[in-house]
């Protein structure tokens, strides 16, 4: 018997009201992550791409079709019930990293494990193996504004991955990077993936997208291809 | 809860330019709103409290007009002993005011008007000797009489020397004889302002001033109550006794001069209560909610990351309640210098006794000063928390990226 996926989409679709016309963002969309995936979706600009990410991130919720996370309807949740399942399954990294700007690196780490009721000698462990894990361990102590995109990027990375995340759920990662910087994200994003957590990144880059094991391509809020290595 | 609090402190740490301005807001309209809760019932307890000080709790007059300004007790004399026997009374005292003139032996100079106070010297006095000695005690070679300090500076009189007054008792009174007085103390009066001379002897040398015949009428009965009994039950046998006087307890008075008298001061004081109260609660709704829309990308992303609703949301109540808190502690200190100040302003007007104030501390003004606050800051936090609520994560995360 075959593993069921953590997340499934199904015939998804989102529509949003706009004072023209209702704007279709994703139409009939189904598709399915399976435990260690890694997934890269890439299209023109409002093709759906982020709109998808949200949805299969359980913080948007669609407006037909249905998303089912290791089974389960998530229309059907509370807003309680997503925001714990974000808390404990779900990583998300931003293009705009969103880190709190009163807190240092290592406190943005520890935030969603304090969250989620982690003790906190556990937590404190956990925050540090991360940073280091990122390469950032000599900069824990630092404020977002005394990092630089990459570093702050990668506190963004081990942030979403403080409670042990299935999935993690990158959009433009490396948007607001240079390009080498932007590929020491990739390549930090090749090792989490390696060591076993499943990975959708959007993204425009195609070197970024190239090192993904799926590619699915949108077009008008539809998947029209999907290519595995 | 604690760390939804640590986080409310390091959000409003990271703006202090912001968060002090708030701060001083809040402490500026906190010092105002507490003064206007000391005032709304300062007058009051301070009046309450000038009463109790005479050590007499039940008033007897002629009629309902206010004290000293209607008719006088007519058979005076036979009033006292009738209430002085009542089980519940411990002591009556009759008491006398009229217009009197020191009249100097210089040529040509001006006789100075006073207020004569009138009163048994064997009771227990309603004013404090600060100098020499009551009229009770030892002898003196004229009627004894005390002078306020004001009146003693400005006649240069000390215990010792003599005066000579002559009664301002009504029509004809040019024609009263004058009667020399031994100063034998100076006191102060509970009913003094800043201004009076006021001077106090035997009733019946007052009596002797106007040409009454001694014990024939008085302004008022001052009556100390049977500990045991109270006021309430004095005052009740006494309006059982003598059914044509009026009978009031201080707290009675009070009361009266509460509802009537001071309610201006109440309703100046609700009035700037509420204006306060409206301009804090603007000023932390406009500065939390200004803050809360700067941060809506980082709040969405939290609630991605996997924060709930209700702690974003205590997140902003907290900082609501964090910057009022700090502002209502500092508002305190504050607020009391300026009671002191607006004290001393208002009791330099002409008329209020010295002893009054108009801003009074108390316990249950600092309890209502800080729920006061306490709804303000929750009040102030509702539209910003409801930002934070209804936010929606995915369309903000989309905007901010966009923008």
Known sequence: MTEPPIVEARHVSRTFPMAAAPVAALRDVSLGIASGEYVAVVGPSGCGKSTLLHILGCVDVPTGGEVLFHGRGVSSLSDGDRSRLRLRELGFVFQRFFLLPMLTAWENVELPQAEAGVDRAVRRRRATELLEYVGLSNRAGHRPSELSGGEMQRVAIARALANRPRLLLADEPTGELDQQTGGQIVTLLDELHKDGTAVVVVTHDMAVAARAHRLLTMRDGQIVESTSR | ?403
């Open chain 2, 1 to 403: 809860m604690l760390r939804a609090l640590h986080f409310a402190w390091r959000n409003s740490v990271r703006q202090p330019g912001r968060t002090c301005l708030g701060v001083l807001g809040v402490a500026a309209v906190g010092a105002l709103l507490f003064d206007m809760l000391l005032l709304s019932h300062g007058l009051v307890l301070s009046f309450r409290d000038l009463l109790d000080r005479a050590g007499f709790d039940v008033r007897v007059l002629a009629t309902d007009a206010a004290p000293l300004s209607g008719p006088r007790i007519v058979d005076a004399e036979a009033a006292v002993a009738a209430i002085a026997r009542l089980p519940q009374v411990e002591a009556a005292v009759p008491v006398s005011i009229r217009n009197a003139e020191i009249v100097s032996q210089s040529e040509g100079a001006r006789p100075i008007r006073v207020q004569f106070l009138g009163a048994d010297p064997n009771a227990r006095p309603m004013w404090t000797v600060i100098d020499g000695r009551d009229l009770s005690a030892g002898a003196s070679a004229g009627s004894p009489l005390l002078v306020n300090r004001a009146l003693a500076a400005r006649l240069g009189v000390a215990p010792g020397s003599t005066v000579s007054l002559r009664g301002s008792c009504g029509p004809g009174s040019a024609a009263l004889p004058q009667m020399r007085f031994a100063i034998v103390g100076v006191a102060e009066f509970p009913f003094d302002d800043a201004a009076a001379e006021t001077v106090a002897g035997p009733i019946s040398s007052l009596a002797g001033l106007c040409g009454d015949e001694p014990g024939s009428s008085v302004d008022m009965l001052l009556v100390r109550s049977n500990p045991k009994d109270g006021s309430e039950s004095a005052a009740a046998a006494i309006r059982a006794r003598l059914r044509g006087l009026h009978v009031v307890t201080n707290g009675e008075l009070v009361e009266r001069f509460s509802r009537v008298e001071f309610s201006y001061f109440r309703q100046i004081s609700f009035v700037l209560a509420t204006v306060t109260m409206f301009f804090g609660f603007l000023l932390i709704a406009v500065l939390l909610t200004a803050s809360v829309n700067e941060r809506l990308g980082e709040i969405a992303a939290l609630r991605a990351v996997g924060l709930s609703r209700g702690r974003v949301v205590a997140g902003v109540l907290f900082e609501s309640m964090m910057m009022v808190g700090a502002g209502a502690i500092l508002a305190v200190p504050v607020g009391l210098a300026l009671s002191v100040w607006l004290d001393g302003i208002l009791r330099a007007l002409p008329g209020i006794p010295t002893d009054v104030h108009f801003f009074v501390f108390e316990s249950r003004a600092l309890v209502s000063y800080a729920w006061l606050l306490g709804a303000a800051s929750v009040g102030a936090a509702l539209y910003p928390m409801r930002i934070v609520a209804t936010l929606p994560i995915a369309a903000t995360l989309r905007r901010e990226v966009v923008g």
